[in-house]
């Protein structure tokens, strides 16, 4: 009897030891995907226990579907309220009657204006009316036949950012043909936010990617979170990359919004200065490190720094990328030609072991 | 020896300390490659996501069409010799379909309006999250 309980008991303290070290053999890691901002938002918390992570992410996930709500370039809340973003677009186009706005809208207006002076312009949300000629305010597009002459209409009309004044939250526009569309900027916006969330709560190891923009906190486990760039025209990842804490990548890609037109492809990114889709480049990588606590952040960075690089010509594109302080920078041509910057070329591990790529100082 | 088999107390009774050791192992032993070999994705797998959950997941080793059923309508995703692929799709612009086949680990396509995504997995994910 006594042989036989010891023989049990020892079966016992196997069975738990050995589920016991199947638990600490489990990653402790969270992983949640979501659709929001009319894209795919993806959230991976590690370190924390399943619970608080689900509790963390969804709060996170809450932040970016209100911020979404305020900020909707073409969908009205409901059918008879627009968005803040909506009204004030309104209201531009009806008068240079100044309108109140959050302080949120207010300090972000303020921000992506300063950034599209950097830009020359080349990033200019400014130009919302010619976005919508393409099709592109839509959730779908379509195949959209073009008038020349009402493109050269908005492009003559020349919106900018600097035609709207801010101030203590008070906004007027002294351009009619100003329609903001905070498409190249509110999802790195919402990156920063959701990073500051998580520091809040403690959290140390968090990857967050809104519809293919990632910023990194602290790390996978013992090692960085590791990130795979998108090849812009193969169902693969081009090369792969170690993304160190606090640290942002983003693309700009003529492959995720686009319409084909005689063989020809018009992508959603539009050159301000033309009023045409840019056609010379496939994508456009930027790799952001931790900004100055005044500064605009990683996330807003790796979101909005990809856009003027992706505009320019080959000739312009480095410098473009100096005026804008981005050392890390991968560019594809239309032809499928691959350029990246020394500082990142240190960092890519290629798919393709044969890959061929020039260098950019 | 049949009375043995009929009842087990005289069995367990004639067992040495030789047998008990050895049975204790062989059942760890087993336990242990159960939780290792049956927990653990040894074979390439897709899985399917609707929405914000994980829908499905299925081996690559068979030639088969799944309907999925998204916001916009029902999608068919095709499984052929470890492959994987969007096959049909409601959505207008059918990015989905033209991605073609996925086949290797880490790869994904993504239906964002009907919010189906597909994504091979391995024995390890060759990256934490695509950039795009």
Same mark, same amino acid.
């Given at each position: 009897?006594?042989?036989?309980?010891?023989?049990?008991?020892?079966?016992?303290?196997?069975? $738990?030891?050995?589920?016991?070290?199947?638990?600490?053999? !489990?990653?402790?890691?969270?992983?949640?995907?979501?659709? $929001?901002?009319? =894209?795919?938002?993806?959230?991976?918390?590690?370190?924390?226990?399943? &619970?608080?992570?689900?509790? *963390?992410?969804?709060?996170?996930?809450?932040?970016?579907? /209100?911020?979404?709500?305020?900020? /909707?370039?073409?969908?009205?809340?409901?059918?008879?309220?627009?968005?803040?973003?909506? !009204?004030?677009?309104?209201?531009?186009?009806?008068? #240079?009657?100044?309108?109140?706005?959050?302080?949120?809208?207010?300090?972000?207006?303020?921000?992506?204006?300063?950034?599209?002076?950097?830009?020359?312009?080349?990033?200019?949300?400014? $130009?919302?009316?010619?976005?919508?000629?393409?099709?592109?305010?839509?959730?779908?597009?379509?195949?959209?036949?073009?008038?020349?002459?009402?493109?050269?209409?908005?492009? %003559?009309?020349?919106?900018?950012?600097? &035609?709207?004044?801010?101030?203590?939250?008070?906004?007027?526009?002294?351009?009619?043909?100003?329609?903001?569309?905070?498409?190249?900027?509110?999802?790195?916006?919402?990156?920063?936010?959701?990073?500051?969330?998580? /520091?809040?709560?403690?959290? %140390?190891?968090?990857?967050?990617?809104?519809?293919?923009?990632?910023?990194?906190?602290?790390?996978?486990?013992?090692?960085?979170?590791?990130?795979?760039?998108?090849?812009?025209?193969?169902? =693969?990842?081009?090369?792969?990359?170690?993304?160190?804490?606090?640290?942002?990548?983003?693309?700009?890609? &003529?492959?995720?919004?686009?319409?084909?037109?005689?063989? %020809?492809?018009?992508?959603?990114?539009?050159?301000?200065?033309?009023?045409?889709?840019?056609?010379?480049?496939?994508?456009?990588?930027? *790799?952001?490190?931790?900004?100055?606590?005044?500064?605009?952040?990683?996330?807003?960075?790796?979101?909005?720094?990809? !856009?003027?690089?992706? $505009?320019?010509?080959?000739?312009? %594109?480095? #410098?473009?990328?100096?005026?804008?302080?981005?050392?890390?920078?991968?560019?594809?041509?239309?032809?499928?030609?691959?350029?990246?910057?020394?500082?990142?070329?240190? !960092?890519?591990?290629?798919? &393709?072991?044969?890959? #061929?790529?020039?260098?950019?100082? | 020896?049949?009375?043995?088999?009929?009842?087990?107390?005289?069995?367990?009774?004639?067992?040495?300390? +030789?047998?008990?050791?050895?049975?204790?192992?062989?059942?760890?032993?087993?336990?242990?490659?159960?939780?290792?070999?049956?927990?653990?994705?040894?074979?390439?797998?897709?899985?399917?996501?609707?929405?914000?959950?994980?829908?499905?997941?299925?081996? @690559?080793?068979?030639?088969?069409?799944?309907?999925?059923?998204?916001?916009? +309508?029902?999608?068919?995703?095709?499984?052929?010799?470890?492959?994987?692929?969007?096959?049909?799709?409601?959505?207008?612009?059918?990015?989905?379909?033209?991605?073609?086949?996925?086949?290797?680990? +880490?790869?994904?396509?993504?239906?964002?309006?009907?919010?189906?995504?597909?994504? @091979?997995?391995?024995?390890?994910?060759?990256?934490?999250?695509?950039?795009?």
């Amino acid at each position: 009897m006594r042989k036989r309980f010891s023989t049990l008991l020892l079966l016992a303290v196997f069975g $738990i030891a050995i589920f016991g070290l199947n638990a600490y053999n !489990k990653e402790p890691l969270y992983h949640s995907q979501s659709y $929001i901002f009319g =894209t795919l938002v993806d959230i991976s918390i590690y370190g924390e226990t399943d &619970d608080r992570a689900r509790l *963390l992410s969804n709060q996170v996930l809450q932040d970016f579907q /209100h911020l979404h709500k305020q900020l /909707h370039a073409w969908k009205p809340i409901t059918n008879n309220q627009p968005s803040e973003l909506g !009204k004030l677009n309104l209201a531009f186009s009806q008068s #240079k009657k100044p309108v109140k706005v959050s302080p949120l809208l207010a300090s972000m207006l303020a921000d992506a204006t300063a950034l599209s002076v950097k830009s020359h312009g080349l990033f200019n949300p400014a $130009i919302g009316h010619l976005i919508s000629a393409w099709g592109f305010q839509r959730d779908e597009f379509s195949v959209v036949y073009i008038d020349n002459a009402s493109i050269q209409a908005l492009v %003559k009309s020349n919106p900018r950012m600097t &035609d709207i004044t801010i101030e203590n939250n008070i906004v007027y526009s002294n351009n009619p043909a100003v329609k903001l569309d905070l498409g190249g900027y509110a999802k790195g916006y919402a990156l920063d936010m959701a990073a500051d969330y998580l /520091h809040q709560q403690q959290v %140390k190891n968090a990857l967050i990617n809104i519809g293919g923009n990632i910023i990194a906190i602290g790390q996978h486990g013992d090692k960085p979170w590791r990130v795979g760039i998108q090849h812009p025209r193969q169902p =693969t990842a081009i090369a792969t990359l170690d993304l160190p804490d606090g640290w942002a990548i983003g693309t700009s890609g &003529d492959y995720q919004r686009y319409f084909m037109r005689n063989g %020809k492809r018009y992508c959603h990114i539009i050159d301000p200065r033309s009023g045409y889709p840019v056609q010379h480049t496939q994508a456009v990588t930027v *790799l952001i490190p931790p900004q100055a606590p005044t500064d605009p952040q990683a996330g807003v960075l790796s979101d909005v720094a990809s !856009k003027p690089i992706f $505009i320019e010509t080959a000739e312009n %594109k480095s #410098k473009v990328a100096a005026m804008l302080g981005i050392k890390n920078l991968m560019v594809i041509d239309q032809e499928s030609n691959i350029f990246v910057t020394r500082d990142l070329a240190q !960092k890519l591990h290629w798919g &393709d072991k044969n890959v #061929k790529f020039a260098t950019l100082p | 020896m049949l009375n043995l088999l009929r009842s087990p107390k005289p069995l367990i009774q004639h067992l040495l300390i +030789g047998d008990r050791i050895l049975i204790i192992s062989s059942i760890l032993v087993i336990l242990y490659l159960f939780h290792t070999l049956w927990s653990n994705e040894q074979a390439a797998k897709v899985q399917i996501r609707l929405g914000d959950t994980v829908y499905a997941t299925y081996s @690559l080793n068979q030639q088969r069409d799944i309907p999925v059923h998204g916001t916009m +309508g029902t999608a068919v995703i095709h499984i052929a010799q470890g492959k994987a692929r969007f096959a049909k799709s409601p959505c207008r612009n059918q990015y989905c379909v033209h991605q073609g086949w996925l086949t290797h680990a +880490g790869q994904a396509a993504i239906c964002l309006p009907n919010q189906i995504s597909l994504e @091979l997995i391995g024995d390890s994910k060759p990256y934490d999250s695509l950039n795009y």
